[in-house]
């Protein structure tokens, strides 16, 4: 399958920062999704980004197909950011490979 | 669009027991898939349907865990003979058309 790795595993911030979240992955893809995990566990879809840049309030993505990474932008962080931060990739409607996540905890 | 629900949210059972999980998919959505989270890890995949078939297995599925997907709409889980090990949530996702999937709020299974 598809080696996903994310950086850094946990990240510790007070309100108001920035911050990047990095994806790496092994292959080519054609989906990529970054996921928010609330504590109950639900997965909150972010974004659906297989390319090119978005942008949704203060969180913007950017995926790099060619390199292969995508990087995760939080600004003006909010204690309500805190949580796991996936980010998922596949190959068509294949199932979803996932990284280990990384641990946002944002303090007031 | 109402979202992916499942059924139940949390559930304990005894070592060896029988345990089945249910997930609506949302409405039109022709592929669903399985997932299992362990803690501190990403969600891995179990399997995966195209309407009724199922057309993909994991390795991790072994012959305990069976997934049935009747006339394409929800689509059951069913572990037999549960061990410790299998204690997870088990997520369930669907999509249509592009690629993105929405996942439900996830089963909490404990095996005691």
């Known amino acids: 399958g598809i080696q996903v790795e994310q950086s850094p595993p946990d990240l510790i911030l007070q309100e108001g920062a920035n911050s990047t979240l990095r994806c790496n992955f092994s292959d080519s893809v054609n989906n990529l999704q970054w996921f928010h995990q609330n504590p109950w566990g639900q997965l909150i879809n972010l974004f659906y980004?297989?390319?090119g840049t978005k942008q949704n309030g203060r969180l913007s993505a950017t995926t790099v197909a060619t390199e292969r990474y995508s990087l995760l932008y939080i600004s003006s962080s909010q204690t309500t950011d805190s949580g796991v931060y996936f980010c998922?990739?596949?190959?068509?409607?294949?199932?979803?490979?996932f990284g280990t996540g990384t641990r946002l905890t944002v303090i007031p | 669009d109402t979202g992916v629900s499942q059924d139940p949210r949390h559930k304990i059972t005894k070592r060896g027991q029988n345990v089945t999980f249910r997930c609506d998919p949302i409405?039109?959505?022709?592929?669903l898939y399985w997932y299992r989270q362990t803690l501190g890890q990403g969600p891995e995949f179990l399997t995966y349907f195209q309407n009724e078939a199922q057309l993909e297995k994991s390795r991790l599925l072994s012959d305990r865990f069976s997934a049935e997907r009747p006339k394409g709409s929800f689509s059951t889980l069913e572990i037999q003979r549960t061990e410790q090990g299998d204690s997870a949530m088990y997520l369930c996702?669907?999509?249509?058309?592009?690629?993105?999937?929405?996942f439900g709020p996830g089963t909490r299974l404990t095996v005691t």
């Open positions: 998922a990739v596949s190959q068509g409607a294949n199932n979803l490979f």
């Open positions: 409405s039109e959505h022709n592929r």
């Open positions: 996702a669907s999509t249509k058309g592009s690629y993105e999937q929405y």
């Open positions: 980004i297989p390319s």
